[in-house]
C-alpha cells in the first residue's frame, strides 16, 4: 500500500453511507486497475454497509466518536482526528475525501502534490472577510497559540479552504495537532462549524506548499446535494442486487450538476417578473413549482427524481419570505397557477398527496 484514500462515514442518516459509497465506485473506476498503488480505507461505525466494497474497513465505536468530538461536542473536529489516527497507523500519505464527492480523474493525480512540506485540499474559497463574515467577525485581530509555541494572528490576509479533500504526508502530521489547538480555541470562541476547515486551512497554507484538488473531485454540496440524493435512492434502489463492478459501469448515470430550467421557461419568468414588477425570489419559486410538476431530463432538473427537491427548495424559499413579501405573494397568482397545472400532470399518487400537504402548508402561512 503507498497511498491511501480516507473516508469517514457514521450516523443513521443512509443519505451519507449512500454518498460514500457512489464516491468510492468513482474512485474505483480509475484505481481497478492499478489499485497497488492506492488503497481505499472507509472508519464507520456501519461496516456492515462495506462488506461488498473493495475497501478496508476500520470500525468506529461510539466512544472513539466522542473522543473525536471532544469537550464541546464539535463533531466536524473528527476529520482531523481519523486524518491523524490514519497517518500513526498506516505511515503512509493520505487524503482524506469527504463522502459528498465524485472523482473526474484517478485518485492518483491528488498525491501527485502530497509530500513533506506538500499538501492538497480542495480548494479556496477566498478570504474570509469577503465570504463567512460570521468568522471573521469573531477572530478579526485575533491570536491563539498552539502546542508548539507557533503564534496565529488572523488579518485581511486570511482565507477559507475547503476541505473536502485533505491530502498530507506522515512526515506533516504534527501539523494536525497545530490545527486541532487552533480549531479548539476558534470553536469555544464562536461556535461556528467551518472552523474545523478553516483551522487545517490556515495552519496548511503557512507551513507547507498547499494545492486545490477540484480539477479531481467534484464536491457537490450546496444546492446540487438533494438533487444527487435523489437520484442516489434510486440508483442503489434500482440495483439492490448488482455486484460492485457493474455498479461501477452504471455511476454515469448519475448526473452531478446545478439543474438549470428550461430556457423557455426562464424567459417566460423573466417577462413575468417585468411585467407584473416581482422580486427576484417569486421568479424562483414558480420556476420550481413549474418543476416540481412537470417531467423532463435531469440535466434541467425535472426527472422524475427530482420533482420533489424542487417542490421542498419551493416550500423553502416561501418559507424564507419576509413578511410583506409574503403577503404579496398571496395576492399573486403563482400557487394558483401551479395548482391548475397540477390537475393536468398525472402524478403517481405518492407524489399528488406529497403536493395536497404542502398545499395545506403554504395555504396555512397566509
Known sequence: MKHALIYLVYGNDKRYVQETRFSILSAWKFLRTDSQNCSIIVYTDQPEAFQDDPVIVEVLTASKLQEWAGPDHYFHRAKNRVLAEALDHYNIPVALIDTDTLFKKSPLEIFKCVAPGKTVMHAQEGPICDGHIDLWQAIESHHVTDRFNHHFAFGADAVMWNSGVVGIHPQDRALLDSALDLVDHLYARCGLFNVEQFGLGEVLRRQTALSTANHVVTH??????PFVHAQLDQFFLERAGDHFEALVEKIQTVKVVNPRHPLLSRLVWAFKRKFYHYPPEFSSIGLALEASLTPGHMHNGRDRHSRSVWRDYADAW??????PKRAQFNQTPILSSAQALMKT??????????????????????
Open 220 to 225: 457537490y454540496w450546496g444546492f446540487a446535494k
Open 345 to 366: 400532470c398525472p402524478l403517481p399518487q405518492a407524489e399528488t398527496q406529497a403536493w395536497q400537504q404542502f398545499l395545506v402548508r403554504i395555504k396555512k402561512m397566509a
Open 318 to 323: 416561501i418559507n424564507e419570505l419576509s413578511l
